[in-house]
């Protein structure tokens, strides 16, 4: 049974550009959630999909957006970035029958320079 | 408004029970969780609490719900070297999706 994937495992990029990650969600799962965690920092909610339509949205700027396709996998893409966005961005699933639980994976690791 | 606070560092003797305490703000959260984050990786979802609980038992961890004073505590029993990580405590809510998280506390076991 596959946990949470999540690609690629580190990133570099320049101020400015633009970057997208990838996340599977655990077998069964349907909803995916994407957070942030900067360094010495816990996870920041992003943003929620179910059934390929944000959910619900942390504060975060416009900047920060995402897709889910019809396999459940998601999309986050983060345009213009700053400095500040290097961070572990995690990818969590769970599914509406056990919202209760939420399963995370290893995270994709972004740094900014 | 929502805010979960833990102590940044614990250190304890293999063998000695842990302690992880975490107090949060906002009384309406329908779930408490912990989580372990080893180095470089994610999060792994130890255990958590229906917000009606007191208590929750599950092998050598307990979670004790103080309701009254917002206080969420793990107890480790007989701690191992391999329990060394970051340790964060969760809530989340009813009619929303997101949890909010600690700041995490690091747990280091000496051996």
């Known amino acids: 049974d596959a946990g949470v994937t999540q690609s690629p495992t580190h990133l570099i990029k320049t101020r400015g550009q633009q970057v997208t990650l990838r996340c599977s969600p655990k077998?069964?799962?349907?909803?995916v959630s994407w957070y942030q965690q900067a360094l010495g920092q816990g996870p920041q909610f992003i943003f929620q999909?179910?059934?390929?339509?944000?959910?619900q949205r942390g504060n975060f700027p416009d900047r920060f957006s995402g897709h889910q396709f019809p396999n459940y996998s998601s999309e986050l893409n983060v345009n213009a970035l700053l400095l500040g966005d290097s961070a572990l961005y995690l990818c969590?699933?769970?599914?509406?029958?056990?919202?209760?639980?939420?399963?995370f994976g290893p995270g994709t690791r972004l740094l900014v320079l | 408004g929502e805010d979960v606070e833990q102590s940044l560092f614990l250190s304890v003797r293999e063998g000695d029970s842990s302690v992880i305490n975490c107090t949060y703000t906002?009384?309406?959260?329908?779930?408490l969780y912990w989580y372990k984050q080893e180095p470089g990786a994610g999060l792994q979802l130890l255990t958590y609490?229906?917000?009606?609980?007191d208590m929750k038992q599950d092998q050598r961890l307990t979670v004790l719900l103080n309701k009254k004073d917002k206080h969420l505590s793990l107890r480790i029993a007989d701690t191992q070297t391999g329990d060394s990580a970051i340790y964060f405590c969760?809530?989340?809510?009813?009619?929303?999706?997101?949890?909010?998280f600690g700041t995490g506390t690091r747990l280091k076991v000496l051996a």
């Open positions: 969590a699933s769970t599914t509406p029958a056990r919202e209760e639980t939420q399963y």
């Open positions: 077998s069964g799962h349907d909803t």
């Open positions: 999909y179910y059934e390929e339509e944000e959910r």
């Open positions: 906002d009384s309406s959260s329908t779930y």
């Open positions: 609490i229906f917000s009606n609980m």
């Open positions: 969760a809530e989340s809510f009813s009619g929303t999706y997101k949890y909010i």
